[in-house]
Each structure stands twice: as C-alpha cells, then as structure tokens.
C-alpha cells in the first residue's frame, strides 16, 4: 500500500470508530439512518478551517480569526497543544543567541506565557515545557481569539471542487457524520493528510521511522538530582551504560534517560528510538505506544536500583500519549527548504520569521489550502529543526495570516498571496522579519 492510499485508510477507519457506522457506509460518505449536517447549523458559514490543534494549527487558527476571518479548528484529540501537550515533549528550543530569540509574535507569546511557572536553569539552551501550563495557554488565547473548537473530529475525508480547489471536509465525531464548508483551509495534521487527500504531492520519505516517547517522573530528590545525578555527568553516563548491558532491563538503551528537571521534585524524560513506525502497518502506532510505556516502567525501576539516592521515591506520574516520529511526510511545495538553507542563515524575499520562506507552505497544484507545521516543503535532514514548538508557531501564523488576507483580498490562489501584505502584517503582530 503506498502512502497516501494508506493516509487515507486510516482517517476512514478513525471515522468508522468515532462514528459508529459500519465501515463499508464510511468508505462510501454515508451514514444509515442519517442524513449529512451541514456545518454546526447556526455557524456553517465558515471562512477558514484548519486542521489539527498542535502548536501550527493553534497559532494559525489564532492569526486567521485576528484577520476577521470566521474560523474553526478541527483537532482529533480533546486537548490542544498537540506533541507540547499530548506529547509531552522535554523542552522549548528557542531559536535564540541566548541573550535574544529569533522569533516573535504568536510564537513569542506563547513562549512567554507557558514558561511563567517553570523552573529555568541558568543558562539553559533550551527551556522546559509544562504541558498544563500550555494547554491553559493555547485555551486562553483561542477564547480571547473568537476561534470556534470541534475536539474530538477527525477529517475523514476531503471533497474537492476542481482538481486545485477543495470544497468541503467530511468530519466524523460522536455526533455522526458532518460536512465542513470553507473558503480557505489550512493543514495543521503534522503529516500533511488533508492536503494529500486532495491532491499535493508528497516528497519522498522513509516507509519507517524511529519513534521517540516521552514521561514524566515525580518525588525526584532535587538536592540529590542536581548536585549529584546531573553535576557529575560522565560517571552518570558510566553507570547507565551498565545498567543498560546489565540484562535486568531487557528493553532499555542508552537513549532512552535523556531527562530535563520541570521543578522541584519532577523530571521529564525524553526516549529516542523505542520502537520503528511502519507507514503500511495501521497498528504499529499503538504499538509503539505501547512500547514507550513499557521503556518508561523499565527506566523508572532501573534508576530506583542504579541511583537510589535520587529515584528511590519516584513514581511515574504521566506519559505521552503521543509520539515522536522523526521524519513526517511532507509536501511538495513551491520551494523545498533545505538544510543549507537553514545552516547559511539563507534570506528569502517572502520570509514569514526565523527565515522560513511563504512558499514552503503552498502545496504545489493546490489553490485554498496552506500547509504549516512539521509537513512543510522540505527536505528530510531538516525536519527536526522545522518541527520544533517555535518553528511550527511561526509557520501557523504565516498561513493562518495568509488565510484571512486572501478572502479579504477575495484571492483565491494561495500561490498569489501578496508577499509584501503579508509580511507587513506580520511585522505590525510582532514577528522578527
């Protein structure tokens, strides 16, 4: 099964469990017994429709309805913030110099407001993520926005109007069945799966990808923590090692104890490669779920024996319920960012912030949909730098910017958007251009 045919199995048969019709009625847009809704009935009329709650989409549903524009975000989940919340992952990398960061506007406030309560070592180069105190970050921002939530939806499939213009989006939740009208949509998945569906071609990536899973460890001793488990980092690395080759922990690696203190008496643990995601097999997410819980238990009774002056009355406290999946599928774009680029400080005429280029986002052959987030146009060795928390903001808003001023510019072609308007604005919110 290639890629997008299997992208497209999936949101059908997350519509079918959601839904509660047979699969066969989901697989054909139907529904027995029940006709389609269209829209929420009182607010069907919608402008722009993005897809996926993560960091990209938050931001871009916050900058769209900041344009005026009617605006409603569709998020699987029942939580925002996507891989900073539901993911859990360890910490902020704030594209900075250490004395400035690279970034402003959404992304700075953001940035600003969920790192109010968290603990800051000095000289950090990246900061801690409390994923509680982000989710009542995004909350608050999209409430003072005026975006309309649909939580707990799944786009289960896309209808176009031509070739190049996509119509509506079928979404399935507790409810049914319901039809999505829009004028300007905006793909927030992280994997790229609406603009796939109608259309975008996809540059080539990996059938497999290493997964990374990430947990949060409580009643940590700090003193213990940091004067000894961190200050002393060769003989810690020394004795992981040995625990690791000590055939106690059968799943554990060495890569599995990168940590991060969140305050007093809580760390947060990040494990790379705990289990290879196979794009052809539906069940191998769960799967690598279920592994990084497993890592987690291991890595939690490892430390009690290795390190009980730190860990003796640890207990684990939370998980991810998200993973970290090291290269996505990605658009093909009018532009393919590359890592030279990135590397070379590279300037670009339509830059929308840490000098990332308007046309990464604009799928090529498509006319109403951006793409922002860690599906952008680019290459696979630069993914990780573009799909951290404050790339993927300062992408969101562009195309969530981008969105608003081509319906008031009436534009229909996101390939024509007004690069000087655009970034105007984005400088007037704050962005570093």
Avoid at 211 to 222: E, H, Q, R, T
Avoid at 258 to 264: A, G, I, K, R, Y
Avoid at 380 to 385: M, N
């Amino acid at each position: 099964m290639d890629r997008r045919k299997f992208v497209k199995s999936m949101g059908l048969l997350g519509g079918f469990v959601l839904s509660g019709t047979s699969f066969a009625g989901a697989l054909a847009g139907k529904e027995p017994g029940r006709k389609l809704r269209y829209g929420n009935h009182a607010n069907s009329d919608w402008e722009v429709i993005v897809i996926g709650g993560g960091a990209s989409g938050c931001a871009a549903a916050i900058a769209a309805a900041r344009e005026g524009a009617r605006t409603l975000l569709i998020e699987a989940t029942h939580v925002l913030g996507g891989m900073g919340t539901s993911g859990l992952i360890p910490a902020w990398t704030p594209f900075s110099d250490k004395d400035k960061t690279f970034y402003g506007g959404i992304a700075e406030k953001v940035f600003k407001a969920s790192c109010k309560e968290v603990y800051h070592p000095k000289q950090a180069d990246a900061l801690p993520v409390d994923a509680e105190v982000l989710k009542g970050v995004y909350d608050e921002m999209l409430a003072e926005a005026g975006v309309e939530l649909l939580l707990g939806s799944r786009v289960v499939e896309v209808k176009n109007k031509t070739e190049k213009e996509i119509g509506s989006l079928l979404v399935a939740n507790n409810t049914g069945l319901t039809e999505y009208k829009a004028g300007c949509f905006v793909d927030c998945t992280g994997s790229a799966s609406v603009a796939t569906w109608s259309g975008a071609r996809l540059l080539k990536a990996d059938d497999r990808v290493e997964a990374g899973f990430c947990f949060l460890l409580g009643n940590v001793d700090f003193y213990s923590y940091t004067y000894h488990f961190r200050k002393h980092p060769k003989a810690t690395t020394e004795t992981i090692k040995q625990l690791v080759h000590s055939g106690k922990y059968p799943l554990l690696k060495e890569s599995h104890f990168e940590n991060q203190l969140m305050h007093s008496s809580i760390v947060k643990f990040r494990a790379s490669s705990v289990y290879e995601i196979e794009s052809s097999e539906p069940d191998s997410y769960p799967k690598g779920l279920a592994r990084g819980r497993a890592i987690a238990q291991q890595v939690l009774q490892a430390l009690k024996e290795y390190f009980p002056e730190t860990f003796a009355a640890a207990v684990l406290i939370n998980s991810g319920t998200q993973l970290e999946l090291s290269v996505p599928s990605r658009i093909m774009g009018d532009y393919i960012f590359t890592k030279e680029d990135f590397n070379s400080h590279k300037s670009f005429d339509d830059e929308i912030g840490c000098r990332i280029p308007y046309r990464i986002l604009t799928p090529v052959g498509l006319q109403n949909i951006l793409v922002a987030g860690r599906a952008v146009s680019a290459d696979a060795d630069i993914c990780e730098s573009l799909g951290t928390m404050s790339a993927c903001l300062v992408t969101g808003e562009a195309a969530g910017v981008a969105a608003g001023l081509l319906l008031r510019t009436k534009t229909k072609d996101v390939h024509a958007m007004d690069i000087s308007l655009l970034r105007n604005r984005l400088k007037e919110e704050g962005q570093n251009i």
